[in-house]
């Protein structure tokens, strides 16, 4: 006989069994294992044949131990075993209560025993034969899963063809050779340990000459780690910007096809919205638009702007005036009483009879402070109505609300798909970048879908007429008007203002035509308290839009 000497392979030194510590059976409290035997034969198929004899002196009614199926090869893989045709017995006999069950990469062997012993385990492992660099090997935890110590094992492993052998003993984690290893003339492996500790386990490994004929069986699987799941690497982050691109090109494809307008919108002149007449000039606003539809052709939304625009703009043809309320207290909150003064008729748009009627439901004097909660749950009429006014018009093909609608739903479809087939392919791949990519690619495709509705040709020209009156709007005033006609344009001119932001500028254009300093009784759609002056209109009015803009804040999500 001789004997071996041999460096650790690395594999070897990381193959510690998956079963930690606090999953080994628990032994009774007195339990003694006074030896230990084993016999392993590799047959001609590349299974390991294995008897264990185990002296025991019990100190309770049932005994366990835990073989494992699953142990550390390396950085990435796990090494798999499987166990068959897995017996006992006790002094001679079948065990009594023997039970062979499955736990976590193991399996647990119960049976019943009493005072002292002996129990012998017969199994067979399959896939202990395995390619490495250094050609075939046959390894397996041969001593494993005792819940007490083993004074001294001896292990005995016939190998046709064996040419070196190594073995480490210990608790999980040791790389602590064995107390001896070693080849005999006849390819037998003899393994000697003295004391291995409860919970220990003593692994052999042997390498196979090239005479041998088994074949390698070894079977490994990929250890999951967050790190693996999300690799980055060449071939990883290559087919993730493939997918995301091609997610790109195909939001860029359908935008392109169905959410660009039909016509580019022109920088155009200024808008200036006068009508020469028989009776001076009047205000005309281009194609005869209204305040709620420049904002909803403007930015494809009907929000809350536009609500105060229209409110605004049917209190200037006289639907409605605004009252200012005396302040409670001289720092105290400003308020106005809404009155209606006339039902309307036909003349009106859809939705502008509905905000009027919604507005006025519970009477035809409201309180702008108290308005809030009855008015918002009747708003979803008003959009309803403004959204169909601008197809009607001829302005969009569809409806605005209805075109995102259904970009978004397909992007937080795209985006829940990549949410399963991040999850899926981080699971049972390396591959979970490309998961990310095609949530990102819903992601842009709901983001897409904001801006996917598209005007018409007409809707495109009308929104080139609007960008003029804006400029209009910016850098004109009323002073080029006779004196007599400024307070009515301007009026006029302040709803489509507020809808572009204009407040504050053609407000005070209404207040530059108080030219005395006496108290003012109001304008006809606006009124203040006594001792009330047009000249304060400027701040009365930029206070009423953000008041009842305000009022109506909690329902922007319904638009």
């Given at each position: 006989?001789?004997?071996?000497?041999?460096?650790?392979?690395?594999?070897l030194?990381?193959?510690v069994?998956?079963?930690?510590?606090?999953?080994?059976?628990?032994?009774?409290?007195?339990?003694?294992i006074?030896?230990?035997?084993?016999?392993?034969?590799?047959?001609?198929?590349?299974?390991?044949?294995?008897?264990?004899?185990?002296?025991?002196?019990?100190?309770?009614?049932?005994?366990?131990?835990?073989?494992?199926?699953?142990?550390?090869?390396?950085?990435?893989?796990?090494?798999?075993?499987?166990?068959?045709?897995?017996?006992?017995?006790?002094?001679?006999?079948?065990?009594?209560?023997?039970?062979?069950?499955?736990?976590?990469?193991?399996?647990?062997?119960?049976l019943?025993?009493?005072?002292?012993?002996?129990?012998?385990?017969?199994?067979?492992?399959?896939?202990?034969?395995?390619?490495?660099?250094?050609?075939?090997?046959?390894?397996?935890p041969?001593?494993?899963?005792?819940?007490?110590?083993?004074?001294?094992?001896?292990?005995?492993?016939?190998?046709?063809?064996?040419?070196?052998?190594?073995?480490?003993?210990?608790?999980?984690?040791?790389?602590?050779?064995?107390?001896?290893?070693?080849?005999?003339?006849?390819?037998?492996?003899?393994?000697?340990?003295?004391?291995?500790?409860?919970g220990?386990?003593?692994?052999?490994?042997?390498?196979?000459?090239?005479?041998?004929?088994?074949?390698?069986?070894?079977?490994f699987?990929?250890?999951?780690t967050?790190?693996?799941?999300?690799?980055?690497?060449?071939?990883?982050?290559?087919?993730?910007?493939?997918?995301?691109?091609?997610?790109?090109?195909?939001?860029?494809?359908?935008?392109?096809?169905?959410?660009?307008?039909?016509?580019?919108?022109?920088?155009?002149?200024p808008?200036?919205?006068?009508?020469?007449?028989?009776?001076?000039?009047?205000?005309?606003?281009?194609?005869?638009?209204?305040?709620?539809?420049?904002?909803?052709?403007?930015?494809?939304?009907a929000?809350?702007?536009d609500?105060?625009?229209?409110l605004?703009?049917?209190?200037v043809?006289?639907?409605?005036?605004?009252?200012?309320?005396?302040?409670?207290?001289?720092?105290?909150?400003?308020?106005?009483?809404?009155?209606?003064?006339?039902?309307?008729?036909?003349?009106?748009l859809?939705?502008?009879?509905?905000?009027?009627?919604?507005?006025?439901?519970?009477?035809?004097t409201?309180?702008?402070?108290?308005?809030?909660?009855?008015?918002?749950?009747?708003?979803?009429?008003?959009?309803?109505?403004?959204?169909?006014?601008?197809?009607?018009?001829?302005?969009?093909?569809?409806?605005?609300?209805a075109?995102?609608?259904?970009?978004?739903?397909?992007?937080?479809?795209?985006?829940?798909?990549?949410?399963?087939?991040?999850i899926?392919?981080?699971?049972?791949?390396?591959?979970?970048?490309?998961?990310?990519?095609?949530?990102?690619?819903?992601?842009?495709?709901?983001?897409?879908?904001?801006?996917?509705?598209?005007?018409?040709?007409?809707?495109?020209?009308?929104?080139?007429?609007?960008?003029?009156?804006?400029?209009?709007?910016?850098?004109?005033?009323?002073?080029?008007?006779?004196?007599?006609?400024?307070?009515?344009?301007?009026?006029?001119?302040?709803?489509?203002?507020?809808?572009?932001?204009?407040?504050?500028?053609?407000?005070?254009?209404?207040?530059?035509?108080?030219?005395?300093?006496?108290?003012?009784?109001?304008?006809?759609?606006?009124?203040?308290?006594?001792?009330?002056?047009?000249?304060?209109?400027g701040?009365?009015?930029?206070?009423?839009?953000?008041?009842?803009?305000?009022?109506?804040?909690?329902?922007?999500?319904?638009?």
């Amino acid at each position: 006989m001789s004997l071996k000497r041999r460096v650790l392979p690395a594999a070897l030194l990381i193959s510690v069994p998956f079963v930690a510590m606090g999953t080994l059976p628990a032994a009774a409290a007195d339990d003694q294992i006074t030896a230990y035997a084993a016999e392993a034969t590799l047959t001609k198929d590349g299974a390991l044949q294995v008897k264990e004899t185990v002296d025991l002196a019990a100190g309770g009614t049932t005994f366990s131990r835990t073989l494992t199926t699953r142990v550390r090869s390396d950085a990435e893989r796990d090494r798999t075993y499987g166990l068959s045709d897995v017996s006992a017995t006790v002094n001679g006999q079948p065990a009594q209560g023997f039970a062979n069950e499955s736990v976590d990469n193991a399996r647990r062997l119960t049976l019943n025993v009493s005072g002292k012993s002996t129990i012998v385990y017969s199994y067979t492992v399959d896939n202990v034969v395995a390619d490495s660099t250094e050609g075939r090997e046959v390894s397996w935890p041969i001593v494993q899963g005792f819940g007490t110590a083993i004074p001294k094992a001896a292990v005995t492993v016939n190998v046709p063809f064996a040419t070196w052998v190594t073995c480490i003993a210990g608790r999980v984690g040791s790389s602590m050779p064995c107390t001896s290893s070693q080849l005999a003339e006849s390819a037998a492996l003899q393994i000697d340990q003295n004391g291995v500790p409860a919970g220990g386990r003593l692994t052999f490994l042997t390498g196979l000459s090239d005479q041998a004929t088994v074949q390698p069986n070894a079977e490994f699987k990929t250890r999951w780690t967050l790190g693996r799941a999300f690799t980055v690497d060449s071939g990883t982050l290559g087919l993730a910007v493939i997918v995301f691109g091609i997610g790109l090109l195909a939001a860029a494809a359908l935008w392109f096809l169905r959410g660009r307008d039909a016509a580019k919108v022109g920088a155009g002149a200024p808008e200036r919205p006068v009508l020469d007449s028989a009776d001076g000039p009047q205000f005309a606003a281009p194609d005869g638009i209204r305040p709620g539809q420049v904002g909803t052709v403007v930015d494809e939304t009907a929000d809350v702007v536009d609500i105060t625009a229209t409110l605004l703009d049917l209190a200037v043809r006289n639907y409605l005036t605004i009252v200012e309320l005396p302040r409670q207290s001289q720092f105290g909150k400003l308020d106005w009483e809404l009155r209606r003064l006339n039902q309307g008729g036909p003349e009106l748009l859809p939705y502008e009879k509905a905000l009027l009627d919604a507005v006025f439901a519970d009477g035809d004097t409201v309180v702008v402070s108290t308005l809030g909660p009855s008015l918002r749950p009747r708003l979803n009429l008003v959009r309803e109505q403004l959204y169909a006014d601008v197809v009607t018009q001829g302005w969009f093909a569809n409806r605005p609300d209805a075109v995102r609608n259904r970009w978004t739903t397909a992007g937080v479809v795209l985006l829940g798909a990549g949410v399963v087939l991040t999850i899926v392919l981080a699971i049972v791949s390396k591959y979970g970048l490309v998961g990310f990519a095609v949530m990102l690619t819903g992601l842009v495709l709901a983001l897409v879908g904001q801006v996917a509705p598209a005007r018409t040709a007409r809707g495109a020209a009308v929104l080139g007429r609007v960008a003029g009156l804006q400029q209009y709007l910016v850098d004109e005033t009323s002073a080029d008007l006779p004196q007599s006609h400024r307070l009515e344009f301007a009026s006029r001119c302040l709803p489509y203002a507020a809808v572009l932001g204009l407040t504050e500028k053609w407000a005070l254009e209404i207040a530059a035509t108080d030219h005395d300093d006496d108290p003012d009784a109001g304008i006809g759609w606006y009124s203040g308290p006594e001792d009330w002056h047009l000249s304060d209109i400027g701040e009365s009015l930029s206070n009423f839009v953000t008041s009842f803009g305000g009022s109506l804040a909690t329902a922007r999500r319904l638009f």
